[in-house]
Nanobody, 121 residues
Framework: QVQLVESGGGLVQPGGSLRLSCAASGSIFPIKAMGWYRQAPGKERELVASISRGGSTNYQEAVKGRFTISRDNAKNTVYLQMSSLKPEDTAVYIC???????????????WGQGTQVTVSS
């Protein structure tokens, strides 16, 4: 069993900031990567940012320079610091964890329940 518990969403004005947290527990090791996806109404789920076991990060072009992903390995927690938020950032933000394996075909993907982020004046 893997549990991903997200927190930190909410309503914020344009230009504001929020920090999302996702705490992982259960059979999560080895963690290959963690990250955040988002899904807006009527749109496909899209990758926002990810961080690998080695600390390499990857960002969607639209959030580069505004969002920062980080990880606390001791707490098995990943964070997403979001700044200069725009109305188009409004979405449900979903935590993702990829559990590694000796072979890629045995890797597993896990998802959180999601946390709503609304950017509006």
């Amino acid at each position: 069993q893997v549990q991903l518990v997200e927190s930190g969403g909410g309503l914020v004005q344009p230009g504001g900031s929020l920090r999302l947290s996702c705490a992982a527990s259960g059979s999560i090791f080895p963690i290959k990567a963690m990250g955040w996806y988002r899904q807006a109404p009527g749109k496909e789920r899209e990758l926002v940012a990810s961080i690998s076991r080695g600390g390499s990060t990857n960002y969607q072009e639209a959030v580069k320079g505004r969002f920062t992903i980080s990880r606390d390995n001791a707490k098995n927690t990943v964070y997403l610091q979001m700044s200069s938020l725009k109305p188009e950032d409004t979405a449900v933000y979903i935590c993702h964890l990829k559990r590694g394996a000796l072979s890629p075909k045995y890797e597993s993907d896990y998802w959180g329940q999601g946390t709503q982020v609304t950017v509006s004046s």
